[in-house]
C-alpha cells in the first residue's frame, strides 16, 4: 500500500462549491504539507503543519482553509471554488524528528477542475 | 528571499543521448538542502536526491549524477545514456526554514526512441 494517499484523485465541481480533499500517511510523520502545481510553476505550498495543533499559511493560502484530524490526516478544503483554483494538488509528509532537512514524500496528487 | 530557476522548460532528446538539466537557487542561507524530483506522466512526484550545502562532492547513481557547485550556485543534473522511461518533469527544489521547499518551474524532458 502507498504511503501517502490522496482522495479523491480526480474531481469535477462547479464555481462556488465547498470541496474537501484528503490526505492520509502510513509513514509516521509529523509534518504535513498541502501544494498546488500549476504549468511553468513548479509546486507551491498552500499550508503546512507540524503537528496536530500547529497549522501554518503557506505562499498562497487565500481561498483554501485546512483541518489536522490526526497525525495520520490532513484535509484541504476550497469554501467556494474558483476556476483559478483548477490545478493538481499533492500532499507531502516528512519527519520532523531532526533538527535537519527532510526529506518531502508526495501523495499521487488529485487532478481538480472547477467549471 | 529563497528562488529556484529552471531555464529549460523543455528538452527533446534522442534514446542514448547524454542530457543535462539546469539548476539554479538563490538564498541567503548559509545551511540549505537542495533536491531533485521527477515526475513521470503518471503524475505523480518521486523522490530523487537530496544534498546539503556542505558537501560539495558529486553523486552518481547509476546513469543519474549530480553536480553541486556553490561558486555559481548550480545543482544541475545529468541523465546518461537516457532511454525512453527517463521521460519526465524533473524538478530542482531548495529548502528553506528548516523544511520548507521552494521549487524551480520544471523541466520537461522528452526521450524519443
Known amino acids: 500500500d502507498a504511503d501517502v494517499t490522496q482522495t479523491p484523485r480526480n474531481r469535477i465541481t462547479k464555481t462556488g462549491k465547498r470541496i474537501m480533499l484528503e490526505c492520509s500517511q502510513t509513514?509516521?510523520?509529523?509534518?504535513m504539507y498541502w501544494y498546488r502545481q500549476d504549468p511553468g510553476l513548479g509546486l507551491r505550498l498552500i499550508y503546512y503543519?507540524?503537528?496536530?495543533?500547529?497549522?501554518n499559511k503557506g505562499e498562497i493560502s487565500d481561498g483554501y482553509s485546512v483541518s489536522r484530524q490526526a497525525q495520520a490526516k490532513f484535509s484541504l478544503s476550497l469554501e467556494s471554488a474558483i476556476p483559478n483554483q483548477t490545478a493538481l494538488y499533492f500532499c507531502?509528509?516528512?519527519?520532523?524528528?531532526?533538527?535537519?532537512?527532510?526529506?518531502?514524500?508526495f501523495g499521487p496528487g488529485t487532478r481538480l477542475t472547477v467549471l | 528571499a529563497q528562488k529556484v530557476t529552471q531555464a529549460q522548460t523543455e528538452i527533446s532528446v534522442v534514446e542514448k543521448e547524454d542530457v543535462t538539466l539546469d539548476c539554479v537557487y538563490e538564498?541567503?542561507?548559509?545551511?540549505?538542502?537542495l533536491f531533485w524530483y521527477k515526475q513521470p506522466p503518471s503524475g505523480e512526484l518521486v523522490f530523487l536526491i537530496r544534498?546539503?550545502?556542505?558537501?560539495?562532492q558529486n553523486e552518481i547513481s547509476g546513469r543519474y549524477s549530480w553536480n553541486f557547485q556553490k561558486s555559481t550556485s548550480s545543482f544541475n543534473f545529468t541523465i546518461t545514456a537516457s532511454q525512453v522511461v527517463d521521460s519526465a518533469v524533473y524538478f530542482c527544489?531548495?529548502?528553506?526554514?528548516?523544511?520548507?521547499?521552494?521549487f524551480g518551474g520544471g523541466t520537461r524532458l522528452m526521450v524519443k526512441p
Open positions: 509513514k509516521g510523520h509529523d509534518r
Open positions: 527544489a531548495l529548502s528553506w526554514a528548516g523544511n520548507m521547499l521552494t
Open positions: 503543519s507540524f503537528d496536530v495543533k500547529d497549522i
Open positions: 538564498t541567503r542561507d548559509t545551511t540549505y538542502y
Open positions: 507531502a509528509t516528512s519527519d520532523g524528528d531532526r533538527m535537519i532537512t527532510d526529506t518531502q514524500y
Open positions: 544534498r546539503n550545502s556542505f558537501d560539495e
